[in-house]
C-alpha cells in the first residue's frame, strides 16, 4: 500500500502567525455550539489561488469543499461569492477588512495554493476575523494530488475548531450499507465514502447479505456481520489490504460487534440454542470471553471511550433497555426507564452521553442520555430511525431513516442523515442507493 | 508537527479486496440433501414426500405475535403435522429460519429472530425429530415476505419457516 505523508509546514505558520498578527485572543468570533438556537456564522471563502491555471483551478475546488463542509455543519453560512468586493487576487496581498465588513462577513477565509514539481498540492491558509482585523488561526499543509480533497477538510477542521473550540469532524468517512433492489430481495454491499459523500466505492459486491459495519479506532479495518456462505458471523474488513477474515469460529451466530477504543478487542453477541449473549474476543491472543450470562436478548454492546465500561441493551427485565456493565462483563445496572422499548446504545467519544434508538407508540426515535440515564433527549423522530453513530468529536450523529411501503413495497426508502447534538440541522447525506447502518470513522489518522 | 496519514485504499487494493473471498469458516449448508423418496402422485401432482408435499399438505411456516417467540395454539398444530411428516421421511435435513418484521431495531431482531427459529427447533426435537437433522439460521428484519408497513404484513413476516435441504 502507498503510505502519503501530509507534510505539515510547520507550526512555524502558527508561532509566525501570532507575532505577525494581533493575538488570536483578542478574536471576537465565536460560536457557542452548546445552545441549539445559534446563529450561523457568516464567513466568505474566496478561491484559494496560486500561479497559474491548475494552481488556480485546484484553488477553487478546495474552497468549494471548505464551503460546502461548514455549510452542512449547520453553524457556518457561507457568503455568496459573487458578493466579494476584494479580489481573491488582492486578498493575497492583504485583507482589506472593510470591503468585508460591507458583505457582513464575520470570517474570512485567505488560501493559497501551489503545486510543486512532483506534482503534490500546497495549501496555506489564514482565518481572519473581519470585525476585529484580527488573524485567528492558519497553517500550510501539503499532500499528493489525489488527497487534495483531505486537504479541503483539514481547511474546514482547522476553521470548525478555531471558532467553535471543538474538534473538527470534516476529515472522516462513512462505512455503511448500501440497498438496493426490492424489498423482499434486498441486495445489500458495504460501501465506504467521505463524509460528504465523495470518494465512493463499495466494499462488497452483494452475493452476501451484510449488516453493522464499524469502524476500528485507526480506520484501517471494519468489524461487520456478513452471511457469507448462508452463515451469519462477525468479520474484519482491512482496508489496506482488502482481506476479509471471521472473526473466529463459533457455535452459534454471531453479530453486533464492535471494536473496543484501543483497537485490541472486539465486543459481539452470540447466539446459540436461542439464547443470545456478550462476548469480547481479544484480537492479540484471540481468545473469546463471555460476558453476560442469563436467559435474556443481551446484545448491542458498545464501549465507553475509556475503556472501562460497557453499555448494552437487554430484555432481562421485560422488554429491551439500556444497560451499562464493567469492562469485565458481570452486573449490569438498568439506566433506561422512559416509556418506551431502548436499543442500539452507542457511547458518545466523549463519554458524556449515550446515543440510542426508541420505540415508543410505534414510532422510533434516536435520542441521547447520560451514562447514569438522566437527560433523556429525543432528537430525531419518525415511522422509523435507527442506529445512530457519533461524528468523532460527539457533536453530530448519523442514523437512517426508513419509510413505510405498500403492500407491493412501493414508497419505501432507506436514506442516511445526520443531525446536530442539539436536535437542529438535519441533513440528508447524499448516497448513490440508498443506505442504512452508518458507522463514522474516527477523523483519519 | 508532523503530521501523517495512511493512504486512502488504491483502487488496486478495492479490486484484490473484492476478487479474495474469505476463508470459507462454517460449513455451506447441512449437507445430507436426499432425494425424496419414490413418487407416488397425489391428485394435485404433488409427489409425496416432495419439497412441494411438504409446503402444501404441511405447512412450512409458523407465525408468532409481535415480539415474541412462544409458539402459539396454531404455530404448534402446525409443528405436530412437521413432525410427522419429518419422521416419516427421514432423509431430509432441513433449516429453521426465524424472522422477525420491520418494527424492531436490527440487531435485537436478529436476536429475536435467533430465538423463534429454536422455539420451532426444540418443538421438534420434543417431538421425536434427530436434533442432528436441524440447523438454524436467523434472518432478523432481512427477509420479508409480506412488503406493506401494516400489521397484516408484519404478521406474515414474523415467522420461522422450515426450509428442507
Redesign the interface.
Same mark, same amino acid.
Given at each position: 500500500? &502507498?503510505?502519503?505523508?501530509? #507534510? @505539515?509546514a510547520? @507550526?512555524v505558520t502558527l508561532i509566525l502567525g501570532l507575532a505577525s498578527y494581533p493575538s488570536p485572543t483578542h478574536a471576537e468570533v465565536r460560536i457557542d455550539i452548546t445552545n441549539g438556537q445559534m446563529r450561523p456564522l457568516p464567513i466568505a471563502i474566496p478561491d484559494f489561488i496560486g500561479a497559474g491555471g491548475q494552481e488556480n483551478q485546484v484553488g477553487r475546488d478546495i474552497a468549494r469543499v471548505v464551503s460546502a463542509d461548514l455549510e452542512r455543519s449547520g453553524l457556518f453560512k457561507p457568503i455568496d461569492p459573487r458578493a466579494f468586493i476584494q479580489t481573491a487576487a488582492s486578498l493575497q496581498i492583504q485583507p482589506r477588512f472593510p470591503d468585508w465588513k460591507a458583505i457582513n462577513a464575520e470570517a474570512l477565509v485567505q488560501g493559497k495554493t501551489e503545486i510543486g514539481p512532483d506534482g503534490r498540492i500546497r495549501v496555506e491558509f489564514r482565518l481572519w476575523d473581519v470585525m476585529s482585523e484580527a488573524y485567528m488561526t492558519g497553517w500550510t499543509?501539503s499532500s499528493?494530488p +489525489?488527497?487534495w480533497r483531505?486537504l479541503s477538510h483539514k481547511v474546514a477542521d482547522a476553521i470548525y475548531k478555531r471558532v467553535t473550540g471543538e474538534d473538527g469532524y470534516f476529515d472522516t468517512q462513512i462505512v455503511y450499507v448500501a440497498e438496493s433492489g426490492?424489498? =423482499?430481495d434486498?441486495k445489500?454491499r458495504l460501501a465506504i465514502m467521505d463524509q460528504d459523500g465523495e =470518494?465512493h466505492?463499495f466494499?462488497?459486491?452483494g452475493g452476501e447479505?451484510v449488516?453493522?459495519p464499524r469502524f476500528s479506532p485507526s480506520a484501517?479495518e471494519i468489524t461487520y #456481520?456478513?452471511y $457469507?456462505?448462508?452463515? /451469519?458471523?462477525v468479520?474484519i $474488513?482491512n482496508?489496506?489490504?482488502?482481506?476479509?477474515? +471471521?472473526l473466529g =469460529?463459533f457455535p452459534?451466530?454471531t $453479530? @453486533?460487534p464492535r471494536f473496543s477504543p484501543d483497537g485490541n478487542k472486539v465486543i459481539f &453477541?452470540m @447466539?446459540e440454542?436461542? =439464547? %443470545?449473549e456478550i462476548y469480547e474476543m481479544n484480537l492479540l491472543t484471540r481468545s473469546k470471553t463471555r460476558l453476560t450470562n442469563n436467559p435474556a436478548?443481551d %446484545?448491542?454492546p458498545s464501549y465507553a471511550p475509556d475503556g472501562a465500561q460497557i453499555v448494552f441493551?437487554s430484555?432481562r427485565g421485560g422488554?429491551?433497555q439500556l444497560y451499562v456493565m464493567g469492562a469485565g462483563g458481570g452486573g449490569a445496572n438498568r439506566i433506561s426507564f422512559g416509556d418506551g422499548r431502548y +436499543?442500539?446504545p452507542v457511547w458518545s467519544p466523549r463519554g458524556d452521553l449515550i446515543a440510542f %434508538?426508541k420505540?415508543k407508540g410505534?414510532r422510533f426515535f434516536i435520542g441521547v442520555m447520560r451514562p447514569d440515564g438522566s437527560g433523556e433527549r429525543l432528537l430525531a423522530e419518525g $415511522? #422509523?430511525v435507527?442506529?445512530p453513530t457519533w461524528a468523532p468529536n460527539g457533536r453530530v450523529l448519523a442514523f437512517w431513516r426508513?419509510s /413505510? &411501503?405498500?403492500?407491493?413495497?412501493r414508497?419505501q426508502s432507506v436514506r442516511l442523515y445526520t443531525i446536530d447534538l442539539t436536535g437542529v440541522n438535519e441533513r440528508v447525506m447524499l448516497t448513490p442507493v440508498d443506505g442504512s447502518?452508518p458507522a463514522w470513522s474516527p477523523l483519519? /489518522? | 508537527m508532523k503530521l501523517r496519514f495512511l493512504s486512502i485504499v488504491a483502487a488496486a487494493a478495492l479490486v484484490a479486496a473484492c476478487e479474495s473471498a474469505p476463508e470459507n469458516t462454517g460449513a455451506a449448508s447441512g449437507g445430507g440433501v436426499s432425494a425424496p423418496p419414490p413418487a407416488r402422485t397425489a391428485p394435485a401432482g404433488i409427489v409425496k414426500g416432495s419439497k412441494e408435499d411438504f409446503i402444501a399438505n404441511v405447512g412450512d411456516r409458523v407465525f408468532y405475535d409481535l415480539d415474541k417467540s412462544s409458539l402459539r395454539a396454531d404455530a404448534k398444530a402446525t409443528l405436530d403435522k412437521q413432525a410427522a411428516w419429518l419422521k416419516t421421511y427421514q432423509n431430509y435435513s432441513f433449516t429453521v429460519e426465524g424472522h422477525a418484521d420491520e418494527r424492531g431495531t436490527r440487531e435485537y431482531n436478529l436476536a429475536l429472530g435467533e430465538r423463534r427459529a429454536n422455539s420451532v427447533r426444540e418443538y421438534l426435537i420434543a417431538n421425536g425429530v434427530a436434533a442432528s437433522r436441524i440447523k438454524v439460521v436467523s434472518y432478523g428484519k432481512e427477509r420479508p415476505v409480506a412488503l406493506g408497513s401494516n400489521e397484516a404484513a408484519w404478521s406474515q413476516n414474523r415467522r420461522g419457516v422450515t426450509v428442507l435441504n
Amino acid at each position: 500500500m &502507498s503510505r502519503i505523508r501530509l #507534510l @505539515a509546514a510547520v @507550526a512555524v505558520t502558527l508561532i509566525l502567525g501570532l507575532a505577525s498578527y494581533p493575538s488570536p485572543t483578542h478574536a471576537e468570533v465565536r460560536i457557542d455550539i452548546t445552545n441549539g438556537q445559534m446563529r450561523p456564522l457568516p464567513i466568505a471563502i474566496p478561491d484559494f489561488i496560486g500561479a497559474g491555471g491548475q494552481e488556480n483551478q485546484v484553488g477553487r475546488d478546495i474552497a468549494r469543499v471548505v464551503s460546502a463542509d461548514l455549510e452542512r455543519s449547520g453553524l457556518f453560512k457561507p457568503i455568496d461569492p459573487r458578493a466579494f468586493i476584494q479580489t481573491a487576487a488582492s486578498l493575497q496581498i492583504q485583507p482589506r477588512f472593510p470591503d468585508w465588513k460591507a458583505i457582513n462577513a464575520e470570517a474570512l477565509v485567505q488560501g493559497k495554493t501551489e503545486i510543486g514539481p512532483d506534482g503534490r498540492i500546497r495549501v496555506e491558509f489564514r482565518l481572519w476575523d473581519v470585525m476585529s482585523e484580527a488573524y485567528m488561526t492558519g497553517w500550510t499543509l501539503s499532500s499528493s494530488p +489525489a488527497d487534495w480533497r483531505r486537504l479541503s477538510h483539514k481547511v474546514a477542521d482547522a476553521i470548525y475548531k478555531r471558532v467553535t473550540g471543538e474538534d473538527g469532524y470534516f476529515d472522516t468517512q462513512i462505512v455503511y450499507v448500501a440497498e438496493s433492489g426490492p424489498k =423482499n430481495d434486498r441486495k445489500k454491499r458495504l460501501a465506504i465514502m467521505d463524509q460528504d459523500g465523495e =470518494n465512493h466505492r463499495f466494499l462488497t459486491e452483494g452475493g452476501e447479505l451484510v449488516l453493522t459495519p464499524r469502524f476500528s479506532p485507526s480506520a484501517r479495518e471494519i468489524t461487520y #456481520l456478513s452471511y $457469507f456462505k448462508g452463515v /451469519p458471523r462477525v468479520y474484519i $474488513f482491512n482496508l489496506d489490504t482488502g482481506r476479509r477474515e +471471521a472473526l473466529g =469460529n463459533f457455535p452459534g451466530m454471531t $453479530f @453486533a460487534p464492535r471494536f473496543s477504543p484501543d483497537g485490541n478487542k472486539v465486543i459481539f &453477541s452470540m @447466539a446459540e440454542d436461542g =439464547n %443470545t449473549e456478550i462476548y469480547e474476543m481479544n484480537l492479540l491472543t484471540r481468545s473469546k470471553t463471555r460476558l453476560t450470562n442469563n436467559p435474556a436478548i443481551d %446484545t448491542a454492546p458498545s464501549y465507553a471511550p475509556d475503556g472501562a465500561q460497557i453499555v448494552f441493551e437487554s430484555d432481562r427485565g421485560g422488554g429491551q433497555q439500556l444497560y451499562v456493565m464493567g469492562a469485565g462483563g458481570g452486573g449490569a445496572n438498568r439506566i433506561s426507564f422512559g416509556d418506551g422499548r431502548y +436499543a442500539t446504545p452507542v457511547w458518545s467519544p466523549r463519554g458524556d452521553l449515550i446515543a440510542f %434508538t426508541k420505540q415508543k407508540g410505534g414510532r422510533f426515535f434516536i435520542g441521547v442520555m447520560r451514562p447514569d440515564g438522566s437527560g433523556e433527549r429525543l432528537l430525531a423522530e419518525g $415511522f #422509523l430511525v435507527e442506529g445512530p453513530t457519533w461524528a468523532p468529536n460527539g457533536r453530530v450523529l448519523a442514523f437512517w431513516r426508513d419509510s /413505510p &411501503s405498500d403492500e407491493r413495497g412501493r414508497g419505501q426508502s432507506v436514506r442516511l442523515y445526520t443531525i446536530d447534538l442539539t436536535g437542529v440541522n438535519e441533513r440528508v447525506m447524499l448516497t448513490p442507493v440508498d443506505g442504512s447502518d452508518p458507522a463514522w470513522s474516527p477523523l483519519i /489518522p | 508537527m508532523k503530521l501523517r496519514f495512511l493512504s486512502i485504499v488504491a483502487a488496486a487494493a478495492l479490486v484484490a479486496a473484492c476478487e479474495s473471498a474469505p476463508e470459507n469458516t462454517g460449513a455451506a449448508s447441512g449437507g445430507g440433501v436426499s432425494a425424496p423418496p419414490p413418487a407416488r402422485t397425489a391428485p394435485a401432482g404433488i409427489v409425496k414426500g416432495s419439497k412441494e408435499d411438504f409446503i402444501a399438505n404441511v405447512g412450512d411456516r409458523v407465525f408468532y405475535d409481535l415480539d415474541k417467540s412462544s409458539l402459539r395454539a396454531d404455530a404448534k398444530a402446525t409443528l405436530d403435522k412437521q413432525a410427522a411428516w419429518l419422521k416419516t421421511y427421514q432423509n431430509y435435513s432441513f433449516t429453521v429460519e426465524g424472522h422477525a418484521d420491520e418494527r424492531g431495531t436490527r440487531e435485537y431482531n436478529l436476536a429475536l429472530g435467533e430465538r423463534r427459529a429454536n422455539s420451532v427447533r426444540e418443538y421438534l426435537i420434543a417431538n421425536g425429530v434427530a436434533a442432528s437433522r436441524i440447523k438454524v439460521v436467523s434472518y432478523g428484519k432481512e427477509r420479508p415476505v409480506a412488503l406493506g408497513s401494516n400489521e397484516a404484513a408484519w404478521s406474515q413476516n414474523r415467522r420461522g419457516v422450515t426450509v428442507l435441504n
